[in-house]
Nanobody
């Protein structure tokens, strides 16, 4: 079974950047779509970005489109989330997960993902 571990979170000032990593410590994710989600305090987990297995397709939540970039390196079994121009409202725990489906459409519902990592905290200060 795939096990995912996120890293790269931390404290950053508004306007700054971070790059999150999601590595498969066990198993392979090279043939799967991958997604990033986030959960702010007291709120539900929400979709951030997704990428197809071959990086041919990406999908972003509207509030991060143009600021965040999802990418992957299948040789390293790792998915990344580059976050630029961070805002206070980006503060959350960020988690990655493996897509359950293998069709042409990237999913944004958390029910379409599995093998969730424990998450990494991102805090944006003003």
């Amino acid at each position: 079974q795939v096990q995912l571990v996120e890293s790269g979170g931390g404290l950053v000032q508004a306007g700054g950047s971070l790059r999150l990593s999601c590595a498969a410590s066990r198993g392979s994710i090279n043939m799967d779509s991958m997604g990033w989600f986030r959960q702010a305090p007291g709120k539900q987990r929400v979709f951030v970005a997704a990428i197809s297995w071959n990086s041919g397709r990406t999908k972003y939540e509207d509030s991060v489109d143009g600021r965040f970039i999802i990418s992957r390196d299948n040789g390293k079994n790792t998915v990344y989330l580059r976050m630029n121009n961070l805002k206070r409202e980006d503060t959350a725990i960020y988690s990655c997960a493996v897509g359950r489906t293998h069709g042409p459409v990237l999913r944004s519902d958390s029910y379409d993902y599995e093998h969730w990592g424990p998450g990494t905290q991102v805090t944006v200060s003003s």
